[in-house]
């Protein structure tokens, strides 16, 4: 049982170029989320999904796309990368359901924009 | 908007001491109150959580109150040890649905033996 796997764990790119983040989880889950998390900011929820073909826009979509391919996979697309992007992504999971759900994080992607 | 305020940004006592951790929401429909212990470079992992209709959870040496009419909720860890020393993040769930979650700004607690 993996959990919630990331790829890649370190990126450096080039202001203007784009790259898909991947995520993928093992637990059957239904909702899945990316967030960023910056020095003094906390966690930033980027996009959320609560099934397969559903996304939904959090706190800080602005420069970013989503998709959840199936049940088990949720990219992040930067299209055309900026230095205020470059941040720490995680990507997590949860059960879906009223009342709240522990959320499952996976290890993170270290992404910097030069 | 909804916000989540938490206090204090560093912390640091000595092994044994408590350490007290508080956050206050701004949206009173929130019904979910999470933890998260996020040691140096790991993820974010549960530690623990409380839901509305409960006013106070404790786990072994860690526990959760929750003032629903102040809008507050703290986390109270007993007997530290130094392997507690990470950041700790509040969150509360959003109005709009309980799957989302609005983090506080972190806590950096440090244990010194």
């Known amino acids: 049982n993996a959990g919630v796997t990331q790829t890649p764990k370190f990126q450096v790119l080039k202001t203007g170029q784009s790259m898909t983040l991947q995520c993928a989880q093992d637990?059957?889950?239904?909702?899945m989320y990316w967030y960023r998390q910056d020095p003094g900011m906390g966690l930033r929820l980027i996009y959320y999904?609560?099934?397969?073909?559903?996304?939904d826009k959090g706190e800080v979509p602005n420069g970013y796309n989503v998709s959840r391919l199936n049940k088990r996979e949720f990219s992040l697309r930067l299209e055309s990368a900026a230095p205020s992007q470059t941040s720490v992504y995680f990507c997590?999971?949860?059960?879906?359901?009223?009342?709240?759900?522990?959320?499952?994080f996976g290890p993170g992607t270290r992404l910097t924009v030069t | 908007g909804e916000n989540v305020e938490q206090h204090p940004s560093t912390l640091s006592v000595q092994e044994g001491d408590s350490a007290v951790i508080k956050c206050t929401y701004s949206?009173?429909?929130?019904?979910?109150f999470p933890w998260y212990k996020q040691e140096l470079g790991k993820r974010p992992q549960l530690i623990i959580d409380?839901?509305?209709?409960?006013g106070e959870k404790k786990d072994q040496r860690i526990a959760v109150t929750l003032n629903k009419t102040a809008k507050h909720f703290s986390l109270h860890i007993t007997e530290t040890q130094p392997e507690d020393s990470a950041v700790y993040f509040c969150?509360?769930?959003?109005?709009?649905?309980?799957?989302?979650?609005?983090f506080g700004t972190g806590t950096r607690l440090q244990v010194f033996p």
């Open positions: 997590a999971s949860s059960r879906t359901g009223t009342g709240g759900h522990e959320q499952y």
């Open positions: 637990m059957n889950h239904n909702s």
């Open positions: 999904s609560a099934s397969e073909g559903t996304t």
């Open positions: 949206d009173s429909a929130s019904n979910y």
């Open positions: 409380i839901r509305s209709n409960v």
């Open positions: 969150a509360a769930s959003s109005t709009y649905n309980t799957d989302k979650l609005i």
